[in-house]
């Protein structure tokens, strides 16, 4: 692993945990946040590639913003979450945010049985405007796509 490519797991690795605690512990998540992560997406790509790295960073904000629109205009993800894949579209750039996106809906989907189970066996009553943190479904679906591959 490069120094550059350490610097990107990092930025990725503390965006990550900043969402998640924020997300579960005030159940949603701050702009200050979203914005870290794409100040820091925007800055690694320009420091990797240059005014390139830039435009790269914009596509990928662009996508991760776009990834999940449609689950926020029906009203099933909030806009913390969508702009927290902004903000890690400019850091991963869009070819790796898709494939960011699969291991968050992945994680999302085994994080959602997880609660619905655990809800279950502790006979908690649900109602269908209870939410599921994202957050760290994100994180890990972010975090697993930056694992090196062979």
């Known amino acids: 692993m490069t120094a550059a490519m350490t610097a990107q797991v990092w930025i990725a690795i503390l965006v990550g945990l900043a969402a998640v605690v ?18 820091g997406g925007f800055g690694w790509q320009a420091g990797q590639f240059g005014w390139r790295g830039g435009l790269y960073a914009l596509g ?15 009203g099933g993800m909030g806009g913390g979450d969508i702009k927290l894949m902004a903000g890690f579209g400019a850091l991963l750039g869009a070819g ?11 994680a999302g989907g085994v994080i959602a049985l ?3 189970a655990v809800r279950r066996l502790r006979h908690i009553p649900s109602s269908r405007q209870e939410t599921i ?11 697993l796509s930056l694992i090196p591959k062979g």
């Not at 924020?22 to 100040?39: F, M, P, Q, T, Y």
């Not at 990928?60 to 029906?74: M, N, Q, S, T």
């Open 133 to 143: 943190p994202y957050a760290p479904a994100i994180a890990l679906g972010v975090w």
């Open 96 to 106: 790796r945010l898709l494939e960011a996106a699969l291991w968050t809906a992945g």
């Open 22 to 39: 924020d997300d579960l512990k005030r159940g949603h998540i701050a702009n200050w946040i979203s914005v870290a992560a794409l100040a």
């Open 114 to 116: 997880a609660v619905i």
């Open 60 to 74: 990928g904000a662009a996508a991760g913003f776009g990834v999940f629109l449609i689950f926020y205009l029906l």
